[in-house]
Structure formats: structure tokens, C-alpha cells
């Protein structure tokens, strides 16, 4: 890997490297390699301690080549020729044409992981990355516990204490996420990852999968707490009792629930239409002669919550009777909640 990246390195003008290795008291013989490999090449450099996990080791190495190597850009990539080293150019290239972090995908077209891996380490890392994607809303990204990546000194300095905490694959994650928290702009890298020759894969199955899910799901609420969506729920608060009220009137006058449903979730929008213009995004308020089409596109986009609301009223109803509509009501105003707040903030009043 050493004798790989030299002669890489060497062909890339006007950047001088230094190749950090960290060595947590491996038993394969690591440290020895890199010793004698220092005789020759003074740009070499390793940096050894206890055995305390992936994120730790590049926390860890991360730190030293910022304080003690002083470096302005940070590329990071696995010692086993996992990751090619000749496509190291293509990362500083990305960097060099204004992105500030450029991450290797196994996920994009170029790219490809091991066809001999087994069933069930091809399944954790598809279903993880893809849950990680789209449960941080971050999906312009495809693969987030890669560890093939380059990036500017300052996303890490900015990051550090924030991921220190956490350990294994879940670190990646979380460095990438807090970089683009902070505004990193992002490019990809298509790679082959290649299968280890010797030993086995670190993943603790049970461990890998919940420490994911905690992490995506303790984020994305902050996330929303921090945002728009505490103010969401308040509208959305007010629109459910108009909405219950007036589904209450009509069931006693003799309407199906259905009907009463659909009919109070109308009021309830227009309630909500208001309410979120002129409160939860006042930041994004819709003005003058837009107002008129946005309703009309709010309506349209509230249509698929109203959608949901009535038909599970109507499908619960039709399987448990009408005596259980209310429970049918409840479910569905949760499923239409989230699909509420994704409309209004990705299409009513997105971002420009």
C-alpha cells in the first residue's frame, strides 16, 4: 500500500504529502513495515496506540496530522488495498475545483462493491446507506460509511468535538453529516471497493444496524427541533381540532366518517395555509400575486395527506366497523403529518 501511494503521490504536482499510518498495536506485523519502509522515505510517518475501535483510530490520526503534520487537506482511505490508490488524483481534483469534501462511492455509476461478499454484508450496507441517505434528508449523497474521502482541514476542525463520541462506521457518518451541517459542499468519486485478501470484516451485525438507527433518528430530531417543525406541530395542532370538530358535527348529523373527515381536514388546511405563511415559514412567506397559485399548489400537495387521512378512515372502517372510526382517524392524521411536512417545506415553501 506504502509503495501504491508513493508513486501515486509523486505524479501530482505542486502538493506535498505526508503518509500518516495508524497502527493500533495490530499484530500483523504493521508497525515493522512501516519502520523499515521510513529508512527510504522520510514523508512517512505512523502513529500507534491501544486497540480502541475505528473511530477512534481516525480521530485519532486525524488529530495528528492537523496538529503535529500540520496539514491543510485531509485524505483518509483503509491500508489493505481495499481502496485504490490511482484513483487518489480524482479526489484532489475534485477539492482543487471548489468542492470541500469529496466522498468514494460504491453507490454510483463507476462504482461497485465486492460481488464475492455475502449476502448478508451486501444487505447492511445497501439498506444502511440507504436509510442513512434518506433519514437525514441528505440524499444527494449515496455512500456514507465508506471511508475513502478527502476534505479540508477545516470540516474537521469544525466536527471534531462534535464526533468524538462516536465509534466504528458510525463516525463516518457522522462527520460527513456534521461537515454538511456546516456547509460543506459535497462531490462523489466513483470506486471499485475491492475485498480484503486476508481476515474478516469488522461489522458487528446487531451493533452496526441499531447504532445506525439511533444515530440517524437522534439527528433528524434535533434537526427538526432546531428548525421549522416545532412551530409545524403547533399549526398542525390547531388544524386537528378544527378538523375533529367539524368531523364530530357531521358524524352526529348522520354523514359517513369519511365525509366528515375530508371535510374538516378542507377547513383544516386553509386554517394551516395561513398559519404557516405568516408563522412556521415567515422566513419563506408567500406574497401578492403568488399567493393565489401557492394555495391552490398547497391544496394540491394537501390532497395526498387528506388522501391518506380518509383512506385509511374508510378502508379501517370498512375491515373493524364504523364504531372504530376514530382510532382510523388517529392513524391516519399521523401518517398524513409526516407527509404534510415534507410537502410544505421540500415544495410549498422550499428553499431557493
Do not use: C
Not at 79 to 106: C, N, W
Not at 282 to 301: D, E, T, W
Request: hydrophobic content about 45%.
Amino acid at each position: 500500500m506504502l509503495e501504491a501511494v508513493t508513486e501515486v503521490i509523486a505524479s501530482i504536482p505542486h502538493i506535498a504529502f505526508k503518509i500518516l499510518v495508524v497502527d493500533d498495536t495490530s499484530p500483523d506485523g504493521t508497525k515493522t513495515a512501516v519502520l523499515a519502509f521510513q529508512k527510504t522515505h522520510k514523508n512517512v510517518y505512523i502513529l500507534s496506540g491501544k486497540k480502541e475501535g475505528l473511530g477512534k483510530a481516525l480521530l485519532a490520526g486525524m488529530t495528528y496530522a492537523v496538529d503535529t503534520l500540520n496539514a491543510d487537506m485531509l485524505i483518509q482511505m483503509d491500508a489493505d488495498m481495499s481502496h485504490d490508490p490511482t484513483v487518489l488524483p480524482q479526489f484532489i481534483e475534485k477539492l482543487q475545483s471548489g468542492y470541500d469534501f469529496a466522498v468514494g462511492s460504491r453507490y454510483i455509476k463507476g462504482g461497485s462493491i465486492p460481488e464475492n461478499w455475502g449476502l448478508h454484508r451486501k444487505i447492511y450496507s445497501v439498506i444502511g446507506n440507504t436509510f442513512v441517505r434518506f433519514g437525514l434528508g441528505k440524499t444527494t449523497v449515496h455512500d456514507w460509511t465508506g471511508g475513502y474521502r478527502a476534505f479540508y482541514t477545516s470540516y474537521f476542525q469544525k466536527a471534531k468535538v462534535v464526533v468524538s463520541p462516536y465509534s466504528g462506521y458510525v463516525f463516518q457518518i457522522a462527520f460527513l453529516y456534521t461537515s454538511m451541517q456546516n456547509g460543506a459542499k459535497v462531490a462523489e468519486v466513483p470506486i471499485r471497493f475491492i475485498d480484503r485478501r486476508f481476515g474478516r470484516s469488522k461489522i458487528a451485525p446487531l451493533e452496526y444496524i441499531l447504532s445506525i438507527i439511533s444515530f440517524v433518528l437522534s439527528s433528524r430530531y434535533i434537526a427538526l427541533m432546531k428548525g421549522s417543525f416545532p412551530r409545524f406541530a403547533v399549526v398542525g395542532a390547531i388544524g386537528f381540532l378544527i378538523n375533529t370538530v367539524i368531523l364530530e358535527f357531521l358524524v352526529k348529523s348522520g354523514f359517513h366518517p369519511a365525509i366528515g373527515s375530508a371535510t374538516g381536514a378542507e377547513f383544516a388546511i386553509v386554517s394551516n395555509f395561513i398559519l404557516n405563511n405568516t408563522w412556521t415559514f415567515h422566513h419563506r412567506k408567500i406574497r401578492g400575486l403568488a399567493l393565489l397559485p401557492k394555495f391552490v399548489q398547497f391544496n394540491v400537495a394537501a390532497f395526498g395527506g387528506l388522501s391518506i387521512q380518509s383512506g385509511t378512515v374508510f378502508i379501517g372502517t370498512h375491515i373493524t366497523g364504523l364504531d372504530t372510526y376514530f382510532l382510523w382517524y388517529m392513524l391516519g392524521v399521523s401518517i398524513g403529518l409526516v407527509w404534510n411536512y415534507l410537502m410544505y417545506s421540500r415544495v410549498i415553501w422550499k428553499s431557493k
